[in-house]
C-alpha cells in the first residue's frame, strides 16, 4: 500500500487547513477516513480471496500428485502380482500333468486305503511285510 509517514501527514494535515478552511475540515476528515477504511476493507477481502484460490489450487494439486501415487503403486502391484501368478500357474499346470486334473467339486473324497495296494507293490520284494507296515505306537 500507500507509505505515509508522519511528515507527510502533517504536511496533509497543514494543506487540507489551508485549502477547506477549519470549518469544513473535520467533514472531510471523516469523508476521508471512511474512505479509507472501504479501500483498505476491499484490499483485504481481494488478498483474503486470492489467498484462498491459492490454497484450494495447493489442495488439488496435492490430491493429484496424491492419485498419480496411488495409480503409480497400484499398477506396481499388479505388475508384482502378474510376476508371482506366472510362475505359480506354470508350477500349477506342471502338477496337473504329473496328478492329472483336481478333482471336481462334487466327486467323492478318496480315503487314505484306496491307494495302498499300489504303494505295496512298488515297495521292494526283499522286505519282510512286518516292515512295510508298523502298527502305531501307545505312549499312555
Given at each position: 500500500m500507500i507509505e505515509i509517514s508522519l511528515g507527510k501527514l502533517v504536511l496533509l494535515a497543514l494543506i487540507a487547513l489551508i485549502v477547506l478552511g477549519p470549518e469544513k475540515l473535520p467533514g472531510a476528515a471523516r469523508t476521508a477516513g471512511a474512505l479509507l477504511r472501504r479501500v483498505r476493507s476491499g484490499w483485504?477481502?481481494?488478498?483474503?480471496?486470492?489467498?484462498?484460490?491459492?490454497e484450494i489450487e495447493q489442495i488439488r494439486r496435492s490430491a493429484r500428485e496424491a492419485a498419480a501415487l496411488a495409480e503409480a503403486t497400484q499398477n506396481e502391484m499388479k505388475d508384482s502380482l502378474q510376476q508371482m501368478r506366472e510362475p505359480l500357474e506354470k508350477v500349477a499346470a506342471e502338477v496337473a500333468a504329473v496328478t492329472g486334473p483336481p478333482p471336481a467339486p462334487g466327486d467323492p473324497v478318496p480315503s487314505g486305503d484306496e491307494g495302498a495296494d499300489e504303494v505295496q507293490a512298488e515297495l521292494p520284494l526283499d522286505l519282510p511285510p512286518e516292515t512295510t507296515r508298523k502298527p502305531p505306537h501307545d505312549h499312555a
Amino acid at each position: 500500500m500507500i507509505e505515509i509517514s508522519l511528515g507527510k501527514l502533517v504536511l496533509l494535515a497543514l494543506i487540507a487547513l489551508i485549502v477547506l478552511g477549519p470549518e469544513k475540515l473535520p467533514g472531510a476528515a471523516r469523508t476521508a477516513g471512511a474512505l479509507l477504511r472501504r479501500v483498505r476493507s476491499g484490499w483485504d477481502d481481494v488478498r483474503a480471496e486470492v489467498e484462498r484460490e491459492l490454497e484450494i489450487e495447493q489442495i488439488r494439486r496435492s490430491a493429484r500428485e496424491a492419485a498419480a501415487l496411488a495409480e503409480a503403486t497400484q499398477n506396481e502391484m499388479k505388475d508384482s502380482l502378474q510376476q508371482m501368478r506366472e510362475p505359480l500357474e506354470k508350477v500349477a499346470a506342471e502338477v496337473a500333468a504329473v496328478t492329472g486334473p483336481p478333482p471336481a467339486p462334487g466327486d467323492p473324497v478318496p480315503s487314505g486305503d484306496e491307494g495302498a495296494d499300489e504303494v505295496q507293490a512298488e515297495l521292494p520284494l526283499d522286505l519282510p511285510p512286518e516292515t512295510t507296515r508298523k502298527p502305531p505306537h501307545d505312549h499312555a
